[in-house]
């Protein structure tokens, strides 16, 4: 079944930037939807990013201007740049994939997650 590997979580200082990457394997079809998610301590899963076989793309508001989702149809690898880092950008992320040709609302597919530690 479809597996998903992350890299690129780390710390920084408020302010800074961080990119992270997933890469898809073991996937059956190539038309891949992916996203990324994150989830701060005692707080639940958000949705951040999502990205469409075409490039098309959703943020959350919170992260406008700030994060890129993009994605690399040959390797099925998407990546998310994350510029002028905030506190609250602060969490664990986990990146998401699902099947389609379209933006994917909701993911059968999900990695282990990357920590994205942001200090003041």
């Known amino acids: 079944q479809l597996q998903l590997a992350e890299s690129g979580g780390g710390s920084v200082q408020a302010g800074g930037s961080l990119r992270l990457s997933c890469t898809a394997s073991r996937y059956t079809y190539s038309h891949l939807c992916m996203g990324w998610f994150r989830q701060a301590a005692g707080k639940e899963r958000e949705a951040v990013a999502h990205i469409a076989i075409d490039g098309s793309s959703s943020y959350a508001d919170s992260v406008k201007g700030r994060f890129t989702i993009s994605k690399d149809n040959a390797k099925n690898t998407v990546f998310l740049q994350m510029t002028n880092l905030r506190p609250e950008d602060d969490g664990v992320y986990y990146c998401?994939?699902?099947?389609?040709?379209?933006?994917?609302?909701?993911?059968?597919?999900w990695g282990q997650g990357t920590q994205v530690t942001v200090s003041s």
């Open positions: 998401a994939a699902d099947y389609g040709d379209y933006i994917c609302w909701v993911y059968s597919y």
